[in-house]
């Protein structure tokens, strides 16, 4: 069955760094595109970013493009999310996604809590 | 960009039928497929309705989705209610640019 397990969130102060990873099985990972999709406390949903299945294509929303990278290792089954330059208003629950198409997904992670805080 | 608005909650008695709106506020709501996920508390969101009106394997009937040009909305539609559909539901759909939207999500509570 499809498995997608995110690590590498923490707190961090404004500022700082941190790299997300996304550990993907049970599904051949080379073959489909992969969503970040993050949930700040008590909010709403938002899509992050977008890698094409063979990270030749990537899309940003507009509050991080600039700050973050998505990029995946097909070799290792993993996605990526590289956080640079994080505000309080990063602070969220980030989930990866499995994408069906580029426009919607199928299955989800089950997040890692990012904290942005002094 | 366009916006996508719900109701922030509805409510509703087991086993009757609710219908959750999610109204696109400038280009067609017919342009780009409409999902919607459903959140319980403390978990992930799943798929319940894709491309409009598709259900994924597992999601019962009960759960319907459709989209109404003259209003330019979607609805998602769940009838039976069960105490286990108590949840937050969001729409979600994407421009030509493949910029997502989702709706600001709306809580149902069965009474």
């Known amino acids: 069955q499809v498995q997608l397990v995110e690590s590498g969130g923490g707190v961090v102060q404004p500022g700082g760094s941190l790299r997300l990873s996304c550990a993907a099985s049970g599904f051949i990972f080379s073959n489909y595109g992969m969503h970040w999709v993050r949930q700040a406390p008590g909010k709403g949903l938002e899509r992050v970013a977008f890698?094409?299945?063979?990270?030749?294509?990537?899309y940003y929303a507009d509050s991080v493009k600039g700050r973050f990278t998505i990029s995946r290792d097909n070799s290792k089954n993993t996605l990526y999310l590289q956080m640079n330059s994080l505000r309080t208003e990063d602070t969220a629950l980030y989930y990866c996604?499995?994408?069906?198409?580029?426009?919607?997904?199928?299955?989800w992670g089950q997040g890692t809590l990012v904290t942005v805080s002094s | 960009n366009f916006m996508l608005t719900q109701p922030h909650s509805v409510s509703e008695s087991p086993g009757k039928t609710v219908t959750i709106s999610c109204t696109r506020s400038s280009g067609s709501i017919a342009s780009n497929y409409v999902q919607w996920y459903q959140q319980r508390p403390g978990s992930s969101p799943t798929t319940v309705i894709y491309?409009?009106?598709?259900?994924p394997s597992g999601v019962p009937d009960r759960f319907s989705g459709s989209i109404d040009s003259s209003s330019n909305s979607a609805s998602l539609t769940i009838s039976g209610l069960q105490t286990e559909d108590e949840a937050d539901y969001y729409c979600?759909?994407?421009?030509?640019?493949?910029?997502?939207?989702f709706g600001g999500g709306t809580k149902l509570t069965v009474l």
């Open positions: 979600q759909s994407y421009d030509s640019s493949n910029h997502w939207v």
């Open positions: 890698i094409r299945y063979d990270g030749s294509i990537k």
């Open positions: 996604a499995k994408a069906y198409q580029a426009y919607r997904t199928d299955y």
């Open positions: 491309e409009d009106n598709q259900r």
